[in-house]
């Protein structure tokens, strides 16, 4: 899972993961997310296909908490098969909610309404879609094999929204007579792929066979743990994955928070360790923060130690990978923020509970040496600098998590694993590199 507001790295490590593992599922979320794998200096974007899916042998699964945009989903089928990729592998549950014009439109329509309190959405209708579900006017994935049923249930979705829809009364992806036909169409291209994906994983868990669970967006994202209203609209928090898996909480032996070696976020809200002006710039350049599916500026900022613990702590997180270490070289010191302050002066030890005091908290810092070294070419502990195995330790004591891997790179084998990470069960799953 994200331990942060997600683009963690989350398709890197899960593809790694995924080398030795029988599953990958995707359990919440939707075309909101963008992740990344790069091979052999070949880029992959993923926005709804689990990022297993450069395995051909492995079962692919999108879970029932996931809400899936049919044109999306069928697009990156078509462009996966065009690269070459086996995609027969994977199976979509028959639960899953889908994304359906209106909720795009009506995305658009409530971000343009707040304005200056926009959320900063991805405009991918992922709010509007899980409302509907929440509200039982949602169509599934299952809908779409009947089309008698189909049209029954867009009806009754969109008669309640009749008011908000109204500004795009002659948009002809409202029609409804075309947008039933659009989606027996998808029905069509998907039905082969349709199943009971709870079942099929719980096969495989039956065989003793490892699945990894992969998460979307980060905890601090979270509609529940998050920063609210600035969340997205599931939980990304680990406990998510047996609901929208449909497993349970005992099918889960390790918990993996992935976090970068700073902070970012996309879209507006708090965040208390922000950074400004050139420094800000130079992160953001040589991470290329930059949204996967946006393209917009990432928000960038020092590691917040106080909000990767309260992630720890939300997730019974076993086990840490830290990211783009790489980023930070050259930059001396390193600052990591271990507590907040309050505008009155007070300290907080903890993620406030409160929006007020967290919009207005500012990060106190422990300053750390710096590293002038390249770190991608780096392949153990040992050949890390010394003040980069500083600091990945004063996290790793920080947080109460042991860190099992450290990114230096983008690319797939650009990993180090820790002593830590090579003695965990979920290491029998991944080639070291
Ligand atoms: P996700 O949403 O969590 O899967 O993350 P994204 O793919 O949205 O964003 C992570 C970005 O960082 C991608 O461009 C990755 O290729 C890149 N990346 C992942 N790990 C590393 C790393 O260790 N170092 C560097 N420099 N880039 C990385
Ligand atoms: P991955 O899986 C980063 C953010 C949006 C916005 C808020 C709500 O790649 O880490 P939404 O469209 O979900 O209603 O937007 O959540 N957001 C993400 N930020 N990574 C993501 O996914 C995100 N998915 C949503 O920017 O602030
Ligand atoms: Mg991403």
């Known amino acids: 899972m994200g331990a942060q507001w997600g683009d963690e790295g989350k398709g890197k490590v899960t593809d790694m993961l995924a080398e030795r593992a029988h599953a990958v599922v995707r359990f919440q979320g939707g075309t909101n997310a963008g992740h990344t794998i790069v091979r052999n200096g070949e880029t992959w974007t993923l926005r709804l296909m689990p990022s297993g899916i450069l395995h051909p042998d492995k079962l692919c699964v999108i879970g029932n908490g996931v809400v899936i945009d049919p ?4 697009d990156e089928l078509d462009e996966l098969r065009r690269r070459g990729v086996d995609t027969r592998a994977l199976r979509v549950s028959a639960n899953a909610h889908l994304i359906m014009p209106y909720h795009m439109l009506l995305d658009h329509a409530g971000e343009a309404k707040l304005g200056k309190l926009a959320i900063g959405t991805t405009r991918s209708g992922i709010g509007p879609c899980y409302a509907d579900k929440a509200a039982r006017l949602g169509i599934r994935v299952q809908d779409l094999l009947d089309e008698k049923i189909l049209k029954k249930k867009i009806v009754a ?16 992806v409202l029609d409804l007579q075309s947008m039933t036909e659009q989606y027996l169409l998808y029905g069509h291209v998907l039905e082969p792929f349709i199943a009971d994906t709870s079942r099929l994983v719980l096969e495989r868990l039956d065989r ?142 903890h993620f406030p509970y409160h929006q007020t005091v967290l919009h207005h908290v500012a ?9 002038d070294e390249e770190l991608s070419g780096c392949r153990s ?8 195995r500083d600091y990945l330790r004063f996290i790793e004591e920080f947080v109460g998590v042991p860190i099992a891997l450290v990114g230096v790179g983008p690319g797939r084998e650009q990993v180090i694993w820790t002593e830590a990470g090579r003695g965990m069960a979920g290491s029998t799953a991944a080639t070291p590199a």
């Open 381 to 388: 502990e040992e050949e890390l600098p010394a003040a980069a």
């Open 71 to 74: 044109r999306v989903l069928t």
């Open 208 to 349: 003793d066979e490892v699945v990894v669970f992969e998460g979307a967006q980060g905890v601090l994202l979270d509609i529940d743990h998050g920063t609210y209203p600035f969340v997205t609209s599931s939980n990304p928090v680990a406990g998510s994955a047996c609901i929208g898996a449909g497993v349970g909480p005992k099918d889960i032996d390790e918990v993996w928070g992935i976090s970068k070696a700073y902070q970012t976020r996309v879209g507006s809200g708090p965040f208390p360790t922000e950074l400004e002006g050139p420094l800000a710039d130079a992160i953001r350049d040589t991470g290329g923060e930059y949204g996967t599916v946006t393209g917009r500026p990432r928000r960038v900022g020092w590691l917040d130690l106080v909000a990767l613990r309260y992630a720890a702590r939300l997730n019974s997180m076993t086990a840490l990978a830290i990211t783009k270490l790489d980023v930070l070289r050259g930059l001396d010191p390193i600052h990591v923020c271990t507590s907040y302050r309050g505008s009155e002066g007070a300290q907080f030890d």
């Open 157 to 172: 979705a969109i008669d309640p929204k009749r008011l908000s829809l109204r500004p795009y009364a002659r948009d002809p």
């Open 363 to 371: 990060g106190e810092y422990e300053q750390l040496p710096g590293f």
